[in-house]
């Protein structure tokens, strides 16, 4: 049986290996039905200008709501994807379905950035990028309208042919962005060789601001890295105005967070969009302190 940890999401600690393994199999399958039955949903959270306040990108987060399971979290059914292939399939879904969002909402003159998590195993499929470019033609996107969201992990496999297609997709003017930033173990070489246009600053250096030392040092060393290499910086996980502020007298470019938004459904972010073509959706900055 699957055992409830709360917020929402599901383990499988169990203490027999038995019941461990046939709630994995169970969630499994739960999980390849959810796409076909409606359980299975793309939302948006909105990336946010630091100096203007409004949107200027959006992260698609897969999520899934089971009818009997209740929501099941990302961190749970992901890496269960991940490690039975699956998601493969399921990245393919969340792509159509970003790339189909993206086109409409700049259709609908409130153009924005989509940016796309994108797993190792997805990006070493062989066809990969034509299967993304197909996408892009069949929903007349413009490439720079997408952006993909890897981990330092996939920069480290295959060193070789990973870089050969970072640049295939650059070249296409799709986006490339890193995710969880600073907490791989990749070297920084490949920050000046590869094609990368945006760091984002992993949520757990963020959550230590204002106080934590460590943190503000590995961020401010991160947004010095970005100047330098001409990369914009992105601080995931931006919760309360304290640590917007201080992001920004850092001179971080955008943030992510919940201070903005959740990630919502996408014709919740629709209006988010329109909303904030208005009207910055925070205060305007107030003016920079001397620190
Ligand atoms: P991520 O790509 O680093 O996404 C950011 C995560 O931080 C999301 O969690 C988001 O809801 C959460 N978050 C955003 N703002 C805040 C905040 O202010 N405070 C806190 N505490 N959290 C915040 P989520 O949606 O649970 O996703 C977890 C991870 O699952 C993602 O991390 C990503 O690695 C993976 N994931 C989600 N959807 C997909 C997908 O479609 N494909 C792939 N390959 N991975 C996905
Ligand atoms: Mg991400
Ligand atoms: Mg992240
Ligand atoms: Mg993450």
Redesign the pocket.
């Known amino acids: 049986r699957v055992k409830e940890l709360g917020r929402g999401s599901y383990g499988f600690y169990q203490p027999q290996m038995n019941a461990n393994l046939l709630s994995r199999m169970k969630l499994e399958h739960a999980m390849r039905q959810a796409i076909g039955s409606g359980g299975m949903d793309v939302h948006f ?1 909105p990336q946010v200008d630091m100096s203007s306040g409004r949107i200027t990108g959006a ?4 999520r899934w709501n089971d009818p009997e399971l209740g929501a099941v ?3 749970t059914f ?1 890496p269960l994807a991940e490690e039975s292939g699956y ?1 493969v399939t399921l ?1 393919a879904w ?1 792509m159509e379905r970003s790339i189909q969002r993206a086109a409409a909402w700049m259709q609908a003159g409130t153009p924005v950035v989509v940016s ?4 190792a195993l ?1 990006f070493r499929q062989p066809d990969f990028v034509d299967r993304l470019t197909r996408l892009l033609a069949v929903y007349h996107l413009p490439p720079a309208m997408l952006e993909l ?1 890897l981990t330092e992990s996939i920069l480290l496999q295959e060193a070789q042919e990973m870089a050969a297609r970072l640049h295939e997709l650059s070249a296409l003017g799709i986006g490339l962005a890193i ?2 930033f600073g907490t791989g173990y990749s070297s920084l070489a490949y920050l000046k060789k590869l094609p990368i246009q945006k760091l984002k600053i992993d ?1 757990s250096f963020v959550r230590g601001l204002p106080d934590d030392e460590g943190d503000q040092a590995i961020i401010r060393a991160i947004i010095s890295i970005g100047q330098a290499l001409h990369i914009e910086v992105v601080a ?4 309360n105005p304290i640590q917007r502020q201080v992001l920004q007298e850092l001179r971080c470019d955008h943030y ?4 903005c938004s ?2 919502v459904p996408a014709d919740m972010f629709a209006q988010l969009l329109q909303l904030s073509a208005a009207v910055p959706l925070v205060p305007p900055p107030a003016p920079v302190r001397r620190v």
């Open positions: 959270q992260e698609a987060l897969a979290s990302p961190g992901i998601i990245g969340v796309v998590n994108v797993s997805e969201e995710d969880d949520q995931e996980g931006v919760e992510q967070g919940f201070l959740p990630a």
